[in-house]
């Protein structure tokens, strides 16, 4: 092992947990699923040369996907031993030794994952962004996620937004189609010019109510149609019936996913999470590949604050403009700061943090005391 793999070998991992509530009351999806506060995890990573950095998780309950809050830092007790002595600058190594302690909890893997792309970024002076293969974009569009409620609610809640900056709405659906369609009719009614609406069922819908809603919705032409059934089979059988172009998210969980969705001509755009992919290193596989495709993205994560929401801006950063349609701030949707509400929207944009690493500074006093340390 030469010398500068020893400077960044992990020496120290730390876990802390703190919970993020949402900024606007109750958060609610298909299944009437309902979110006003979840547990999230940061990782903390210290490397023999005094590098450190910072990884986060929080998965959007336990019921949106196969992870959740309380199983991301049981993981932990076997992750943060398996990472003592690895490289920070071998991802592939990190993530094989992940992988040989504990088999799938991706999820879990990416807190770690992230958090070693920080301090070798604070190690090398280099942004994350620039690991990730430069800095093409400093300042990009956000989205807003539009809960499932009453019409009038969330065109209001949509017109809020807008007034803030924000051009592009992902409606929550999966309700009765007729309404849904309805819901989403009236907010593009409402809509300003250069408006984008999404009208995401996430996986609400069987195929029938998603044809329904479809040809109710065929004729708005700035509406983006957005994993309207649980499988890319169901979602293949409604776009086979449409015109709308295709959006996938939950489906989306790895690069094998992603080549089977795109050989079946599936979709033109994907939700790439970079939890649910297990971390930035697999997030940037999958976000070369749709460069490569010709495929566009949402860059975003499960939930999470301002450790997510750096990790989100440095991969949106490092994307071509024309491969990326926008991303989330999750330090937007949530009170808590943990990090000064750094990266901060500005206007409806998000920024790309400056600085080395992540380009982030967290307040461990906010955190508490670690739920797990190794060494």
């Known amino acids: 092992m030469n010398a500068v793999s020893k400077e960044t070998r992990i020496e120290r991992v730390e876990v802390y947990g703190y919970d993020v509530n949402y900024a606007h009351g109750t958060y609610i999806m298909s299944g009437d699923r309902r979110i006003t506060s979840l547990p999230s995890t940061i990782v903390r990573v210290i490397t023999t040369a005094g590098a450190e950095g910072f990884g986060e998780v929080c998965p959007l309950g336990p019921a949106y996907l196969p992870a959740f809050g309380g199983g991301a830092r049981a993981a932990m007790e076997l992750l943060g031993p398996a990472v003592i002595g690895q490289d920070v600058a ?12 504990l088999m799938g909890h991706g999820y879990a893997k990416s807190a770690v994952d992230i958090a070693s792309w920080d301090a070798l970024g604070r190690h090398s002076g280099l942004s994350v962004a620039a690991l990730l293969g430069g800095e093409r974009q400093t300042r990009f569009p956000l989205y807003y996620a539009v809960p499932l409620g009453p019409v009038d609610e969330m065109a209001a809640y949509v017109e809020d937004r807008r007034s803030e900056g924000i051009h592009n709405f992902q409606l929550k659906l999966g309700d009765d189609p007729r309404q849904d369609a309805e819901r989403v009719r009236v907010v593009a009614e409402r809509a300003s010019e250069g408006d984008t609406i999404v009208a995401d069922a996430n996986c609400g819908w069987r195929s029938q109510d998603a044809v329904i809603a479809a040809r109710l919705l065929e004729d708005l032409d700035h509406v983006l149609y957005e994993q309207p059934c649980p499988t890319i089979e169901e979602c293949l059988l409604v776009r086979e019936r449409t015109t709308l172009p295709m959006v996938l998210d939950e489906v989306i969980v790895d690069v094998a996913a992603l080549l089977r969705a795109h050989a079946a001509n599936a979709m033109e755009q994907i939700n790439l999470k970079i939890g649910r992919v297990g971390g930035l290193t697999k997030a940037k ?6 460069e490569t495709l010709g495929l566009r993205m949402t860059i975003e994560d499960t939930w999470g604050g301002d450790v997510t929401t750096a990790a989100v801006a440095h991969l949106a950063g490092s994307t071509a403009p024309e491969a990326f349609f926008a991303a989330s701030f999750m330090n937007d949707w949530v009170l808590e700061r943990v990090a000064g509400h750094q990266p901060h929207s500005n206007n409806g944009y998000g920024v790309l943090p400056k600085g080395s690493g992540l380009g ?5 006093s906010l955190l508490g005391a670690p739920i797990f340390t190794f060494v």
């Open 90 to 101: 071998d991802h592939s190594g990190l993530n094989a030794r992940m992988d040989d302690a």
């Open 360 to 364: 982030i500074e967290v307040d461990l």
């Open 285 to 290: 596989q999958i976000r070369d590949l749709c």
